[in-house]
């Protein structure tokens, strides 16, 4: 890297300037505008590292090479939930080697591995809490042998929600805020906090975590999780044909004639059958307390909110301003703002970009 010492450099305390600039400096706008003032240094960055980001997900997995907090590289493929998380990694790694060759990027320039999960992570100790359904004995898996044995890299495993808020943070909808709450609906309803410019992880790494399964509804549902009336267990895409077909209607409406879904919900709700009218109301209704509960805990100064759902995010971003407006406690009844996701398909990859970023050493 070339550096112009300005006003003193960062004394001894580091050996490899790079390291402490990559530590420091993870995305490029803190470049331009921020942390590099900061320490004195102007950079011109030649030689900066490029981060390996896999975000497993339900169905698909995501893996990209993020270089300065921009995406040089990516691909996608089907994640496999029949099979072993190492089963699934294994062909994370040869598309990420492939990614690699293709861009002629070596392993001296890369920084490290970030791992975005979808369940309760230990990120302190790089360990799946969850016994996941999916991406079988991932709660048994050593993530760092894994990187140090495949790349020779550090590694970092996060929440999934959580690396999407930093994604959405560090590049997306969340920049300049300091706290934050971001909720996914979509398969589940997934969440995660930032408060003070801090993540929220708790004793048992489940702060902010739950928001999907905090409950709404006594008398409601078994959740699978198995609580009852949790926020999933009333408005999700898992829960949605569940609900239309006990529904005592659910025969004269169009809904039986389709396969239940969102989209069709939706649809078929704008061509005015009653029962897609109602369920629509009762989702929106869902989330809007949802969002409420999570204003109440979390007190943040916006909402950030993503997931598959959002097809109809104009519908749902409306409805949900009002609610908080009506239903909240003031101030933040009027202040907190909800806001659609701007990193719609890889705030998780850039999160994770992030974080390995940020690596304390
Ligand atoms: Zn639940």
């Keep these: 890297m070339d550096w112009i010492p300005l ?12 390291v402490f600039v990559h530590m420091c400096i993870p995305m490029k706008e803190r470049l331009e505008t921020g942390d590099g003032k900061n320490l004195g240094l102007t950079f011109t960055n030649t030689t900066i590292m490029i981060n390996v980001a896999v975000d497993l997900g339900g169905t698909n997995i995501k893996i990209g090479l993020i270089k300065l907090g921009e995406l040089i590289a990516s691909t996608q493929i089907k994640a496999c939930s029949d099979q072993s998380l190492e089963w699934n990694l294994d062909k994370v790694v040869k598309v990420v080697n492939e990614l690699l060759t293709n861009n002629q990027i070596t392993l001296e320039q890369l920084g490290g591995v970030g791992i975005s999960f979808p369940g309760i992570v230990d990120s302190n100790h790089n360990k799946i809490l969850s016994e996941y359904v999916k ?32 994604g959405e943070w560090s590049n997306g909808a969340g920049k300049g805020y300091e706290n934050i709450v971001l909720l996914t609906l979509g398969t589940g309803v997934g969440s995660a906090v930032l408060v003070e410019g801090n993540l929220l992880k708790g004793k048992n790494f489940m702060a902010g975590n739950l928001g999907g399964h905090i409950s709404i509804n006594l008398n409601g549902d078994k959740c699978n999780c198995g609580y009852i009336g949790c926020l999933e267990t009333e408005a999700s895409t898992w829960s949605l044909p569940l609900k239309a077909k006990k529904h005592p209607h659910f025969h004269k409406s169009s809904l039986s004639q389709k396969e239940v879904h969102f989209e069709t919900l939706f649809q078929e709700a704008e061509k005015g059958d009653a029962l897609a009218k109602e369920l629509v109301e009762n989702c929106l ?32 971003l409306l409805y949900l301003n009002d609610f908080v407006k009506k239903h909240a406690w003031a101030p933040a009844s009027q202040n907190v703002r909800i806001l659609p996701s701007v990193q719609v398909d890889y705030a998780g990859l850039l999160g994770m970009d992030y974080l390995i970023s940020n690596l304390k050493n």
């Design 135 to 166: 991406y079988k004995n991932a709660h048994l898996f050593d993530f760092d042998k894994w990187a140090q044995d495949v790349w020779s890299l550090p590694c970092v495993v996060e929440n999934d929600a959580r690396a999407a808020l930093l």
């Design 285 to 316: 209704k869902a989330w809007g307390v949802g969002v409420v509960n999570m204003v109440h805990s979390y007190d943040p100064e916006i909402i950030i909110i993503g997931g598959g759902i959002m097809n109809q995010k104009d519908v749902i």
């Design 7 to 18: 006003g003193g450099s960062p004394g001894g305390i580091f050996n490899n300037l790079e």
